[in-house]
C-alpha cells in the first residue's frame, strides 16, 4: 500500500486542516497566513482563472493572509486576475494585508495588480476586534524573499523594518489597537545575523507577534525577543500552528499555550469542501492537462524504493536519486526535442532549491510529477522555469559551482 507522505503538499489537505480549525472559538480567535499560498500544486496552473486556494481559505474561514514571493511569480498581471477572479467569486474573503509593497510611479506593468489591489482589497494593515480587544495585522515581505520574486517587477518592496515602524506608530497611536500581529514571509534562522524575523522584533519592540513564513522552519517553541514571540508552522500545510495569549490592559500580552497540531490523513474529509476541490481539479484537467493527454491522477510510474526525502537532502546538499532523475529527463527531453539537430549535453544541473518533492516506493501520479518541479512559469506563460542550454569552458564549469 502506498504511503500518503504526498497529503502536506495537496489542496485535499486544506480538508484536513479545515476540520481542525472547525474547532476554534470565533469570538477569541484569528487564522492567518505569512504567504506563499499559491504555488506548488497542479491546482496553482488554473490560479489565474479559478484562484482556487484563495476562494478555499474563505471556506476554511482564514481571517487574514499576506503575501510571499511565490505568490508574484504569475507577475503582476497574473495576481491581479486571481484576485479580481477572487473577488468575484466570493462574498467573504480573508483580509490581504501588504505593508511594503510599492508600485512603479507611472503604472506601466503593474497598473492592473494596482486595480486589483483596491478592488480586493489588498491593505497595509486591518484592525479586528475580538471580545472588546482591538488587535492590529499587518503584512510585510522581506529581503531575502524580495530578492526570490524577480518576477515581481516592476513592484519593488520597501524595506520590511522601516515600513512595519511606520506601521506599528499608526496601529498604537492612530487605531489604538491592544495587540499587533505581523505576517511576515521573511522568517528565521539558526546564523542569527540572517534571521531577518528576529532583527524585525529587536528593531520594532512594538510588534506583540510575529507569525514567520519563507524559510520553511518548523518552531517547536516561539523564539522570544524581548517581549515580543515568533511562532512558525513551517510549511506545506503539515501543520496547524495554535498560539493562546493572555492579555490585560495592566499587564499586556503574555504567552497560554502553544501547539503544532500535524494535518494527517486521518482526519477525515468535509464534503462541502471535498466537493470544492474536485470541481478545481475537473478544471485543471480541461485547463491544462488535456493538452498533454493526461489527468490529475493518471499513474505515470511506479518506484520499487523510496527516494530520498529533500528533508535528507537539505541536511547534506550535494547529488541525490531524485536530482539525477530529473537532470537525466531533461537531458532526454531536448534530445527527441531536437531530433536529428541534437547535440549531445555533457552536464545538466538543476538547483536542489527548486525541487520541492520526492517520490516513494508505490505508484507516481501525473500530480506527484508536476509538484516535484512545480515552481516557476516560462517566458511562454506555461507553468515551470524553461530549460537553458548553453556552451561553458572548464573554469566557467568551475566558477558556477562556486556561487
Not at 481559505?57 to 487574514?64: I, L, R, S, T, V
Not at 528565521?188 to 506583540?208: F, H, M, Y
Not at 503539515?238 to 503544532?260: C, F, I, K, P, Q
Amino acid at each position: 500500500m502506498r504511503r500518503h507522505r504526498f497529503l502536506r503538499w495537496a489542496i485535499p489537505g486544506i480538508v484536513a486542516l479545515l476540520l481542525i480549525c472547525e474547532n476554534r472559538e470565533d469570538d477569541r480567535t484569528l487564522l492567518v497566513d505569512a504567504g506563499d499560498f499559491s504555488m506548488g500544486t497542479l491546482f496553482h496552473t488554473a490560479f489565474m482563472t479559478e484562484a482556487a486556494e484563495l476562494r478555499l481559505m474563505a471556506a476554511m474561514g482564514y481571517d487574514a493572509l499576506t503575501l510571499g514571493n511565490h505568490d508574484f511569480d504569475f507577475h503582476p498581471a497574473g495576481l491581479a486576475k486571481a484576485l479580481r477572479r477572487a473577488r468575484a467569486a466570493e462574498k467573504r474573503l480573508p483580509a490581504m494585508v501588504a505593508s511594503n509593497i510599492v508600485f512603479s510611479p507611472d503604472g506601466k506593468g503593474d497598473r492592473a495588480l494596482r486595480e486589483a489591489f483596491r478592488e480586493y482589497p489588498v491593505v497595509p494593515y486591518t484592525v479586528v476586534e475580538r471580545r472588546g480587544i482591538r488587535i492590529g495585522l499587518f503584512g510585510i515581505l522581506g529581503k531575502d524573499a524580495a530578492g526570490d520574486a524577480p518576477f515581481a517587477t516592476p513592484v519593488t518592496f520597501g524595506d520590511p523594518i522601516e515600513s512595519s515602524r511606520k506601521i506599528v506608530e499608526i496601529l498604537k497611536n492612530k487605531e489604538k489597537v491592544d495587540l499587533i500581529v505581523c505576517l511576515s514571509h521573511s522568517g528565521t534562522s539558526p546564523v542569527k545575523k540572517r534571521s531577518e524575523d528576529e532583527n524585525l522584533a529587536r528593531a520594532v519592540p512594538g510588534i506583540d507577534v510575529i507569525i514567520s513564513g519563507h524559510t520553511h522552519r518548523v518552531l517547536p517553541r516561539p523564539i522570544v525577543i524581548g517581549k515580543t514571540l515568533i511562532v512558525s508552522a513551517g510549511c506545506y500545510g503539515a501543520y496547524l500552528g495554535r498560539l493562546g495569549l493572555d492579555y490585560t490592559r495592566e499587564n499586556g500580552v503574555s504567552l497560554a499555550g502553544y501547539e503544532l497540531k500535524p494535518v494527517t490523513k486521518e482526519i477525515p474529509d468535509d464534503p462541502d469542501l471535498a466537493r470544492a476541490i474536485a470541481g478545481f481539479r475537473e478544471a485543471v484537467d480541461k485547463g491544462y492537462l488535456a493538452a498533454y493527454g493526461s489527468r490529475f491522477d493518471q499513474v505515470i510510474a511506479e518506484s520499487a524504493f523510496d527516494m530520498e526525502t529533500l528533508e535528507a537532502a537539505h541536511a547534506h546538499p550535494g547529488e541525490t536519486g531524485i536530482g539525477d532523475m530529473i537532470t537525466d529527463a531533461f537531458r532526454q527531453a531536448v534530445e527527441r526535442a531536437e531530433g536529428p539537430r541534437y547535440e549531445y549535453i555533457h552536464i545538466t544541473l538543476e538547483p536542489l532549491g527548486v525541487i520541492r518533492d520526492s517520490f516513494l516506493k508505490g505508484p507516481i501520479t501525473v500530480a506527484d510529477i508536476f509538484r516535484t518541479l512545480s515552481l516557476g512559469l516560462g517566458t511562454d506563460g506555461a507553468p515551470g522555469y524553461p530549460l537553458v542550454a548553453y556552451y561553458a569552458n572548464g573554469k566557467e564549469l568551475k566558477d558556477l559551482l562556486e556561487v
